[in-house]
């Protein structure tokens, strides 16, 4: 059976998830692949074509050769991004991230490589992780050799090589066997942060809810649960959580929601009219497509803002503003200066994002920075009246807006809409640059404008009905 380095990647993460997708295949519960998740791909890919087309120009290109393919008799297989053939017969490796550092993962990935390209007779002499410099600065024209890194880890690797053939023959022995132990598996004792997709398969019956849907749980507290197999909330006493942990017992209890009037109180006093209710949309790509842009960094290309101008009025107004290229906030921060007044509270559900985006929005525009700093300083975060204010089982123990909205505003819903969320507008947007006008390109604008409206348009509807608890 194959043992490529996304499989021994996935038996260091967790064996048993392994075997099961190599020897129960249609059991495996495959994730669909995300239009975003396809982007991450297709960028990783574009980087390594960049990569190449930049080291085919130096002297002795003819050495390289990429994508080249190693097989051992054990059933190891690797595909090396590149490698350099040196004249004493050895090869150097240079494994090819878009990511902007080297992290454990990628010299575990750089290990395997090495330990097959050996087994198949190979001496290998020096290994590279070739990454994204983060400083890196985009001027008009791409410089790929400024904005890629080269990072000998030759020792590194030498040092952890034995201890990592040891697990790739443990994963090779895993894969040989035709029988291991499906009836439990040991993220049973771990909080459900731990749990991966196959969990249900390993573990049925685990009732939903369930004790891994108490938020913040002890891992001495799941520990315990299970051992005595009590997973079912209805047999845990108020008495054996605390904090948090005691509404959402509560609320799966009694199957209604546990509502803390002081915590709502405490939130609604600081609301100040003309309610602003703002939601950014961000892009961030690894190879950066503005001059002045680093790798990854997150430029704001889209807002919607819905406004009620004072307490008690049944007026909303609807702002919106969305780049019709790649470029960066300026013409953005204009529009929501024309809209945003000087007074009033600003609402966003996780203001940690849109506070983050003020910041270095303002970095890149100082003339802009009081306004921007101004808005942060009065904006309120919704999710936290859902963070121990309202409660309920529904959730799933999550406050994203996407859990909390069905549940408090049924009337609402992000089903069936094109974009459908944050990284699937990212994803449109970098698909709407390479558009030409047109129907298609209108009508994908017009999908990512009324996404976007939806998230202000939820916060607004959320924000009344839990007013209306107190
Ligand atoms: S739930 Fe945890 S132990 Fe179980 S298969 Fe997944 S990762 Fe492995």
Redesign the pocket.
């Given at each position: 059976m194959q043992l490529s380095k996304t499989n021994f990647l996935q038996y260091l993460?967790?064996a048993?998830?392994l075997w099961l997708l190599k020897h129960k295949p249609r059991l495996y519960p495959h994730q669909t692949v995300s239009n975003y998740e396809e982007k991450l791909a297709q960028e990783g890919y574009e980087v390594q074509k960049l990569v190449e087309g930049h080291l085919l120009q130096d002297e002795g290109a003819n050495k390289y050769s990429f994508n080249k393919v190693y097989k051992t008799s054990q059933g190891l297989y690797a595909e090396a991004d590149i490698i350099w053939q040196n004249d004493d017969g050895t090869v150097n490796i240079y494994e090819v991230k878009s990511s902007s550092s080297v992290s454990k993962a990628h010299l575990t990935d750089a290990t395997f490589q090495t330990i097959v390209l050996e087994r198949s007779g190979i001496i290998v002499k020096s290994i590279y992780i070739v990454h994204l410099n983060k400083e890196y600065v985009r001027s008009d024209i791409l410089n790929v050799g400024e904005m890629m890194s080269f990072s000998t880890v030759t020792e590194q690797v030498r040092s952890i090589i034995d201890e990592t053939a040891m697990e790739v023959d443990g994963a090779i022995r895993l894969l040989e066997q035709a029988e291991i132990d499906e009836t439990s598996?040991?993220?049973l004792k771990l909080s459900k942060s731990?749990?991966?997709a196959?969990?249900d398969y390993?573990n049925p019956g685990i009732p939903k809810p369930s004790i891994y849907n108490l938020p913040r749980i002890h891992k001495n507290k799941i520990l315990l649960f299970s051992s005595e197999r009590r997973f079912d909330l209805n047999d845990i006493d108020e008495s054996e959580v605390s904090g948090n942990q005691l509404s959402v017992l509560q609320a799966a209890k009694t199957n209604s929601p546990v509502i803390n009037e002081s915590v709502l109180e405490k939130f609604y006093e600081q609301v100040k009219y003309p309610l602003y209710f703002l939601d950014y949309e961000t892009f961030s790509s690894a190879i950066p497509l503005l001059d002045g842009v680093k790798p990854y960094a997150h430029i704001p290309f889209q807002f919607s803002l819905h406004i009620i101008p004072s307490e008690g009025s049944e007026e909303l107004h609807h702002f919106e503003y969305l780049a019709d290229g790649a470029e960066l906030p300026i013409e953005m921060i204009k529009e929501m200066q024309n809209c945003i007044g000087s007074t009033g509270s600003l609402v966003s559900w996780h203001k940690s994002f849109e506070n983050t985006r003020n910041k270095e929005m303002g970095i890149l525009y100082p003339d802009k920075a009081n306004f921007l700093n101004d808005i942060s300083n009065r904006m309120i975060d919704l999710e936290d009246l859902f963070k121990g204010g309202y409660v309920d089982i529904a959730f799933g123990g999550s406050t994203s807006i996407k859990k909390v909205l069905p549940v408090i505003v049924p009337e609402l819903s992000y089903d069936n809409m094109e974009v459908a969320n944050g990284t699937d507008a990212m994803e449109a947007f970098t698909r709407m640059l390479e558009m030409p006008d047109g129907s298609d390109r209108k009508k994908l604008k017009k999908d990512m404008l009324e996404y976007c409206e939806l998230d202000t348009l939820a916060m607004v509807r959320i924000f009344q009905k839990m007013n209306a608890y107190i």
């Open positions: 993460t967790c048993k998830s598996c040991s993220c731990h749990h991966c196959s969990f390993f």
